[in-house]
């Protein structure tokens, strides 16, 4: 976007008039989401969107970004990037930089659910409209973002835990990697996982820690399941693929053989955890959709163009066992 516009040179009275007249449209007018933004694509003008991302923790966020830039470069759009290494205050602090950059439309992906309303309320009030993207935020006043586009991650929990279940025959010790803390997936994983397990009273889950989405940590993090629990472990629950792929790492070290001595269920289908299934490592991964550049460009060209668009979208997800891994892996898309 070209603002400041070059304005071509008037006389002073002109110039007077002028501002009095921008003056009686727009002093007094309370901002609203619905009515005119001000903000609506013009004919012709670039549109310019700032993207707020979390990091690159997983490839899981990899495919995610890969998916926002070459949507918004196949669009004309153009993409302001700001790369928050998990920090929420990076974040906040690039939601305020597009505010004084006075971009068309944000796209947040925010790496907790808290704190983030008096951002956000700077930003209402500017009328420029917040596309969240694959993880949802808590806030009193819902007026505050503009739609919610991400997947249902309770039911991702309680899909890994039907499927679980069953492969554990009902009965057994699972140990469990929790995302990020305060994030939106690793707290409704969690839940979801939970109540698919109250079907399963002699399922246990006798080790629970965050992993921090990503393969280090899991690593990390499974040497010191395996430590305090050792051969009392009968399956892992990861909250992503990522944490997973770190794991079977760290079982493989201890000498056992995941996918065989331990069941492995976790989260998101990205390509690495189908080659695990497919050599044997990895049992299932519940999908979790990140290709979500189309369906946010979309929903920001529709509210430019003044259309409303619906508060959510739910992304829809499928699971994958080991069964069928090598006659899918071709066709996966990240
Ligand atoms: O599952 C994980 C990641 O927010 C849904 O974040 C996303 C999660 C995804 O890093 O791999």
């Known amino acids: 976007m070209s603002k400041p516009h070059t304005l071509p040179p008037v006389k002073p009275t002109l110039l007077l008039i002028l501002l009095a007249a921008a003056c009686l449209s727009s002093c007094g007018q309370k901002p609203s989401q619905s009515a005119s933004t001000g903000n609506e694509a013009k004919p012709g003008k670039k549109i310019v969107v700032g993207f707020s991302q979390i990091g690159a923790e997983s490839a899981w966020r990899t495919a995610e970004t890969e998916s926002i830039r070459s949507e918004a470069e196949k669009r004309g759009i153009k993409l302001n990037f700001s790369d928050a290494q ?16 006075n971009v068309d439309a944000i796209i947040l992906a925010p790496v907790v659910e808290t704190g983030w309303e008096p951002a956000l309320r700077e930003i209402k009030k500017a009328n420029i409209p917040v596309i969240l993207v694959d993880r949802g935020i808590k806030v009193s006043d819902e007026s505050l973002y503009t739609t919610l586009i991400a997947s249902d991650f309770v039911n991702e ?12 025959n009902g009965k057994g010790n699972v140990v469990e990697l929790q995302g990020t803390p305060g994030a939106a997936p690793a707290i409704d994983r969690k839940k979801g996982f939970e109540e698919g397990l109250a079907k399963f009273p002699e399922i246990k889950i006798v080790k629970s820690q965050s992993g921090d989405f990503n393969r280090a940590k899991g690593k990390e993090v499974m040497e010191a399941f395996l430590k305090a629990e050792g051969k009392n472990i009968n399956a892992l629950y990861a909250h992503n693929d990522d944490m997973a792929l770190g794991a079977i790492q760290a079982i493989e070290e201890a000498g056992l053989k995941p996918g065989t001595d331990l069941i492995i269920v976790s989260i998101d289908g990205v390509k690495g955890a189908f080659d695990a299934m497919v050599a044997g490592k990895l ?37 994958f066992d080991q069964s069928i891994a090598k006659d899918v892996i071709a066709s996966r898309k990240y």
């Open 86 to 101: 998990q920090n929420q205050q990076n974040q906040i602090r690039a939601l305020r930089t597009f505010l004084a950059q």
């Open 283 to 319: 049992n299932c991964t519940v999908e979790c959709n990140p290709l979500l550049g189309p369906a946010a460009f979309d929903a920001i060209e529709a509210v430019l163009a003044g259309k409303s668009v619906p508060k959510k979208t739910v992304v829809k997800d499928e699971v």
């Open 157 to 168: 929990g309680r899909l890994a835990a039907e499927w679980l279940g069953k492969r554990l």
